[in-house]
């Protein structure tokens, strides 16, 4: 037997959804400044601006087929049969939501979250091609991200797909959890942001000609940090309603997964900023927030199945992770990542997943009604992990580079030197000040 959610939730948990849900919102306008601020002053407002347009066109595409891929457990779905056994594999839901009844219930609830969620997910590779990523192509990315990779993987994972499955039909644990999107949001984001830095290139004058990378600092570390602090509203909401919808918890949890959510991510920066200081001799702003993310990232998973004291220790694991992926995508493998968006959110967001297998406790009755026990656990979430870089971070970059030979995804030389402000708006975010010219970024040869 499978776990099989509620329809229908209590008064007090739908209540406490709800407002979780408005909660959420939060995270994407806290990954707004944090990108815009990591970017070029001369971007500024093309960052903030995409981000926006990229956050409508993600949540209008997954209204019009997203959800018809992901549907909800216990909804109609194809399945396909091996060894005897069924296996879910995609929803079977109409387009345009028709059919679903948005009065309350689970299903409707859950399709609300993942307009928000969704769009996070979309917002995650504006950090990674910022500069010289063309709206028009960041918005065409954010619909197949979408309307295909992200509703595909989330069924597996939160519609009763064969992920979820991997505990009744295998054995291996109580299946793949991801509570709140450590993988199915997160992972699915940063993936895609790799395939967007592998597909427009680095920035100009980020790389010599011997592949040495220049520093190219964002431009306001104040948006950078303040970004931080509402993204840590918006995650808690975006845990404790995923824990709701997909895991089963009640209402009371609330605190439990706030205390976890706090406690990773601040671990998580604290970590990056002893790290940074014991390297650099002073800590680094851009890497302790990203270390900050990257905490809040790898909380999601496990946020309802962990005690305090695991959260502090998956909080350390991400700090320091994030730190040190940071400097090797740059060095080793000549990745320009502006906004750290590759290793805050598909590098923590693995070890997230990860971390359920590690340290989850399942005797608070979270899934008390998913067949399967707690051995296997960590084999199940590593079937997920390995199913991410199989198969989704592949499918992304072909869709991506499908995309690119009909739409060029990188802005002219020109519109790069100009800055995009001026190239694509046609109007900078600060017309009262200078803003930053390449001459830092030059080199004699």
């Known amino acids: 037997m499978t776990f099989q959610p509620s329809l ?19 995270a994407c306008a806290g990954l707004l400044l944090i990108n815009t601020g990591l970017g070029r002053s001369r971007s500024a ?35 396909f049969t091996v060894a005897g056994k069924s296996w879910n594999w995609i929803a079977a839901q109409p387009f345009f939501l028709r059919g679903v009844q948005l009065n309350g219930s689970a299903p409707s609830l859950a399709i609300w979250l993942q307009m928000f969620s969704v769009a996070l997910a979309a917002m995650i590779p504006l950090g990674t091609g910022a500069d010289r990523w063309r709206l028009g192509a960041s918005c065409a990315s954010a619909a197949l991200l979408a309307g295909c990779t992200y509703p595909l993987f989330a069924h597996w994972v939160w519609g009763g797909g064969w992920l979820a499955q991997l505990g009744s039909k295998f054995g291996l644990g109580r299946g793949f959890l991801d509570a709140g999107g450590s ?17 427009v290139g680095p920035r100009r004058g980020k790389y010599s000609h011997e592949g040495m990378p220049a520093a190219i600092p964002g431009h306001n570390g104040i948006y950078v940090i303040f970004g931080c602090l509402l993204a840590l509203v918006g995650w808690t909401g975006l845990n404790f309603a995923g824990a709701i919808l997909f895991a089963g918890a009640a209402a009371g949890q609330a605190v439990q997964v706030a205390v976890n959510t706090m406690l990773c991510a601040g671990a998580a920066g604290l970590t990056a900023g002893v790290v940074t200081h014991t390297r650099f001799g002073k800590p680094d702003a851009s890497l302790v927030a990203n270390g900050w993310v990257g905490g809040l990232v790898a909380s999601s998973a496990a946020c309802i199945f962990i005690l305090p004291a695991a959260a502090v220790a998956i909080g350390i694991v991400a700090g320091a992770l994030v730190t040190f992926s940071v400097e090797w995508f740059e060095l080793r493998l000549g990745v320009d990542d502006p906004g750290g968006a590759i290793s805050a959110h598909a590098v923590a967001g693995i070890w997230g997943g990860l971390s359920v297998g590690l340290f989850a406790n399942f005797t608070d009755g979270v899934l008390k009604n998913r ?6 656990q960590f084999l199940a979430q590593l079937v997920g992990v390995a199913t991410l870089l199989g198969f989704v971070l592949p499918l992304t970059y072909f869709l991506n580079w499908l995309l690119n030979r009909v739409y060029p995804q ?13 190239y694509e708006l046609g109007a900078g975010a600060y017309p009262e000040f200078m803003t930053h010219s390449d001459e830092f970024t030059q080199r004699k040869i």
């Open 371 to 376: 067949a399967g026990g707690n051995s296997g």
């Open 183 to 199: 993988c199915s949001i997160q992972v699915v984001g940063g993936l895609t942001a790799l395939s967007i830095a592998w597909i």
């Open 8 to 26: 229908a939730l209590q008064d007090t948990a739908l209540t406490v959804c709800v407002l979780s849900i408005l909660l959420v919102p939060f």
């Open 410 to 422: 990188r802005v002219a030389a020109e519109g790069e030197r100009q800055g995009l402000d001026l």
């Open 45 to 79: 407002a093309q960052m903030a601006l995409s981000s926006l347009c990229v956050f409508s066109v993600a949540a209008i595409a997954y209204v019009i087929c997203g959800f018809s891929w992901q549907g909800f457990e216990g909804l109609p779905a194809h399945t």
